[in-house]
């Protein structure tokens, strides 16, 4: 019974009824005061997220149409147009970026949970927090230096360079906490089995953490999605559609900047009508992966 | 069929410090043999040396020989994936995957190892859970429920058809009922009992009742060495250490 908890023992001093009273309404005064308090922080959290959405709804709504969706942009002062291939440049650009952080990141995240000891797991620690502090554009740079300037043009491939380099200390790291949070025994039951090491490892688990690397890559991806800054000098923009990933490509964040700092009342609407697209997608995508991956997840599970 | 364990001047460390002392046992095959001892005597080190679990704790390190039928554990050609696809272990904690469902448990040691044959893999998972007595409980979710929602003693009769279903030649028990309740134990010794018709068993136990109740033989351990070693019925009523007597008759530990 918890409620013995909480009742006097035989040697606590004597309470007349009105002091015990007063007791309970104290108690419960604490305790919706600090249920109050919680509740509180949870709606000062959801607020401004809240506020973009609906202003970014209220702001960019307008804009929207079947146009917006399947055509070009066209030039100013031409009426209608869209977004078309930033929606599939980003989507492409996003593509190739999870082809190099995901893998490389849980990767690492393995390496050093699993196996990580000594100096060189230490560096290599210091070196993913470091990188997770590193300012987007500076990465962008990276990505020129090491792709553009390699291949003397702009292209989707650099910025996806760019921005799966982002996401590989998020992922790695996240993938290390939750990695170390698999009970030794777990481990120790495939071992037992006469699983090897590396099997082990991928099928148990890994396979035990999935929902916590899932979160990890998807807080990356959300993260990235919305980066414009390491996109200016290598995947450039482009006004045309583009299915190339050598070429220079459209993305739906440079489409934004380049309607948002236009002098054009018709492009600043379009860009609010971008960014709700954009925030949109991300919770589209973050939701779909998040709905796929509970699907496998047993019943009782925990 | 089980096979025999001879064990011979097995050492073994954790980092500096020496857990056990120049151990020498030979196990016989299809019997039941109990390891008891107080709490760090070096019961569980030894039991983990036979299936080479010992390496895996970081600093460990060991010394001796120990050999299962024909295999030496810790001979040169001898892998220790080898060694514990024929040795299986059952820990103290229940310690079914969770992620897995009940039948992906049972099916774990077959389908990580790269066996896929559906119907082979239908046949053992039922046959182990009959095994473990678990099937009656199970079958109706066998691939809806997962490892983790069953029951403690349930979880470690799965875990005990989990180890049964790679078909090993001996079974290391390290403490297989020390976390469940006076039912659950009962049908765990049970199941013991007619295990040991067709594996040998190696038991480590805290509880000299049950040590008693579903072992032949029975090795007293006290601070990492063997001090006995003998029939069980010998070491309980007439044994021929005094400090085998001490600690049975409850003086200390």
Redesign the interface.
């Known amino acids: 019974m918890p409620n013995d908890l909480i009742t006097p023992k035989a040697d606590a001093p004597e309470r007349s009824p009105s002091q015990q009273r007063l007791l309970d309404f104290r108690r419960k005064l604490t305790d919706r005061l600090a249920t109050g308090f919680a509740a509180l922080m949870a709606v000062l959290v959801i607020a401004p997220l809240l506020a973009v959405f609906s202003y970014l709804v209220l702001r960019g709504v307008g804009s929207l149409n079947l146009a917006f969706f399947t055509h070009l942009p066209v030039p100013v002062g031409e009426q209608g147009g869209g977004v078309a291939n930033a929606i599939v440049g980003s989507a492409m650009i996003l593509g190739i970026a999870s082809l190099i952080g995901v893998p490389w990141g849980i990767g690492a995240g393995i390496y050093l949970a699993e196996y990580g000891r000594g100096s060189f797991a230490t560096l290599l620690r210091f070196t993913a927090d470091v990188l997770n502090g590193v300012p987007s554009i500076v990465i962008g740079i990276v990505a020129y230096a090491l792709v553009v300037l390699t291949q003397k043009h702009f292209s989707a491939l650099s910025g996806g360079v760019a921005l799966g380099i982002m996401m590989i200390p998020t992922i790695t790291r996240a993938t290390e906490e939750v990695l170390l949070l698999v009970p030794l025994t777990v481990r120790e039951a495939a071992w037992g089995l006469g699983v090897s090491r590396w099997r082990a490892t991928l099928s148990v688990t890994l396979r035990t953490a999935s929902a916590g690397v899932i979160t990890a890559v998807m807080l990356a991806f959300a993260r990235i999605a919305g980066e414009t800054a390491p996109l200016l000098f290598t995947a450039f923009g482009n006004q045309f559609w583009n299915f190339n990933p050598n070429q220079p490509t459209a993305a739906l964040p440079l489409q934004i900047f380049t309607y948002a700092i236009s002098p054009f009342d018709e492009w600043h609407r379009l860009a609010w009508a971008g960014a709700l697209v954009l925030i949109a997608l991300i919770v589209g995508a973050v939701a779909a992966v998040r709905l796929v991956a509970s699907r496998g997840m047993m019943q009782g599970a925990s | 069929m089980g096979v025999g364990v001879h064990v011979e001047k097995l050492n073994a460390w954790f980092g500096a410090t020496q857990a056990l002392y120049d151990v020498a046992m030979d196990v016989p095959a299809n019997h039941a043999t109990a390891v008891i001892g107080p709490s760090g005597c070096g019961k569980s080190t030894f039991v983990r040396c036979l ?1 080479r ?1 010992h390496e ?1 704790v ?1 600093d460990a390190r060991l010394e001796g020989r120990v050999r299962i039928g024909s295999m030496e554990v810790y001979g040169n050609g001898t892998s220790a ?6 040795v ?2 059952v ?1 103290q ?1 229940p ?7 009940i039948y992906d448990n049972v099916a ?2 077959l389908k ?2 790269g066996f896929h044959n559906r119907r082979v893999l239908d046949e053992v998972v039922e046959r182990s859970l009959h095994m473990a007595a678990l099937w009656d409980e199970v079958k109706d979710s066998l691939k ?3 490892g ?2 069953l029951s403690g003693g349930q979880q470690q009769r799965l ?1 005990i058809a ?2 049964l279903a ?1 078909q090993p030649e001996v079974m290391l028990m390290d403490e297989p009922a020390s976390a469940l309740d006076p039912i659950s134990t009962s049908k765990i010794e049970e199941l013991i009992f007619q295990l040991k018709e067709q594996y040998t068993i190696v038991i480590v136990t805290h509880n000299m009742q049950q040590a008693a109740r579903v072992a032949e033989y029975t090795g007293f351990f006290l601070m990492g060495k063997l001090i006995e070693f003998d029939k069980t019925e010998k070491i309980f009523t007439n044994p021929s250490d005094k400090r085998t007597e001490d600690y049975i008759t409850g003086r200390f530990g």
Request: glycine share 6%.
């Open positions: 299936n679990m895996t970081r994936v080898e060694v514990r696809r024929r299986g272990m820990f904690k310690n079914p995957f969770p992620s897995m469902s774990a040691g990580l190892n809806k429920k997962s983790a929602s875990c989990r180890a790679v």
